[in-house]
Structure formats: structure tokens, C-alpha cells
């Protein structure tokens, strides 16, 4: 399956980078992920405002192929005979000196590739999962999606070693967001709950697409933080991403929540989501 690395589609083999590149020595970057569902890329626009976004809040240069990424995202789908699975780009400034304030001798560097994965075969989706609950101690521009992951890599792996599927995270406010998904909840009077937009938290564009389908089905919202006990205690809980989709949380570290199963507001939204995805048009 072919990728495509500055300009051209290539065998993963033949895609290769500078060890100089500014992504590699400082972490340097900003990512997208796009879900392909039933041949469907779910979202390109929004995903690519929140690029150009991220783009310009690190001042990164933008790169020459940025008016044609839309054709190149359905060209590698077409190419890898994707049906179902993600898209993933990455853009560095490209290689140059290791200089903190330096910049790059090259173009900037674009990566994108397209994996296949059975996003809507994902066992969780219809069992839900076990989270643990982190402290969150990211930076404090988690609106741009940067390729420094390091927290939720360290996040997620210890809650796999403790036999939990994820890991959420929360600071003296209240919960922030899932390490790589935005946390909903759903309030007695069966309202949804998810936290306001800020630099905490990344601007997920699943999150506002559910928000969107909520409200255009007459499921109120409210974007309102929600402290950890409000989770603990709260009718159903939910994370939304890219890939996942949306997933039901059952279980906090010890504590089960509600009645320990998928409630019936996160299954209407699991359907309203995947209609809309379906009625996507396929590449
Ligand atoms: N929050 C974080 C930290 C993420 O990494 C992600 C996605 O990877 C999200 C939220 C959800 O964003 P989106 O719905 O655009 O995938």
C-alpha cells in the first residue's frame, strides 16, 4: 500500500526521512487522523480547518500540496482498495540544523498514509470499556494536535498494564478529555454534558459533529465541565475520536457506572453518527 511523502505515492519502503528533520529532533509537528468508513472519508473538511489552524498557531510553514489534499486522501484510499480504516497525516518544517530557534534547509515534510482497521468491528463499541483516570499533566495548548504524544502514550500504556482499555484525564477543574478522544456524559433529565472548548482540551471534530447531530435531533447539550465525582456518578459516559467513533465507558478504574452497561442516549447517538457516516458520499 502506498504512501505519500512530499509530493509523491510511494512504497512504505522507498518513504524515507532525514534524521535531521525537525519533527524527529524536536518533536516538531502537527497531525490529522480522518476516518474511512464503508469507502467514506468522514470529515475531510473540519479535519483540515483544524490542520491549517494548527499550522498557523505553531507557525509552521504550510505545504505546497495543502489546496490538494482533498484528491490525495481518496487517491491513497483508492490506491490501498481501503474500505475501512484511517487516514493519518503529518506535517514537520522539514530538515535542517539541530537549532532550537533554527529553520528548516528543506521543504516542509508531508506524510500521509492510509491504513485499513474495522473501525465499526471494534468490540468496545458494543461492550463499552474500563477507563482509568489520570492526572492530566499535558501543556497548556492542547487545542493544537501536536505529534507530542508523550503523556497519553505513557497514559494509555499503564492503563492497559492495569487490564483497562484507556485513559482519561482531569486537572483541578474537572475531567479534560479522554487521552486521545473527547469525554461526554449524560445528566439525569438525559441531557449531554461534554466540556466547553479551550486551549485544555483539543477541538475534536467528532466532538462537534455529535454535538451538531444532538441538537438536530433534540437531545440537549450542554458544554459545561463536569468534575470527576459528576463522571463517577453520571447515567451513561461516552468518548468520541476519529477512529473510535463513539465509545460507552462502563467502568472508571473500580467504579462501574451506572448499571455497568451501554446506556440508551449513547446508543442513539452510536446510530445517529454511523447514519450520518453512511450517508456520506464514498470516494
Ligand atoms: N482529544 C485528543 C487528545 C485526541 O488525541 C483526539 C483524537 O485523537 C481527540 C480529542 C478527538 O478528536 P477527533 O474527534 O477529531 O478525532
Redesign the pocket.
Known sequence: EDVFLNGRFLSPAEATLSVFDRGFLFGEGIYE?WAVVGQRIVDTES?LK?LDRSLAECGLPTPPERDTLPQILTELVRRGGLTDGFIYLQITPGAGERDFTGTADTRPTLFIMARKKDLLGAPALESGMAVDLVPDIRWLR?DI?TTM?MP?VMAKKNAVRQGLKDAVFYDETGIT??????IFIVTESGAVRTRPLSHK???????GRIVALARDHGIQVHEQAFSVEELLTAREAFV????SLIVPIIQVNEKTIADGKPGPVTRTLQKLYIDYIHALPPC
Open positions: 487522523v479535519h483544524r492542547r494536535k504524544l497519553q478529555e479522554g487521552a486521545s478522544s473527547n482540551l483539543l477541538p475534536g471534530c467528532t466532538r468520541t475520536s476519529a477512529t
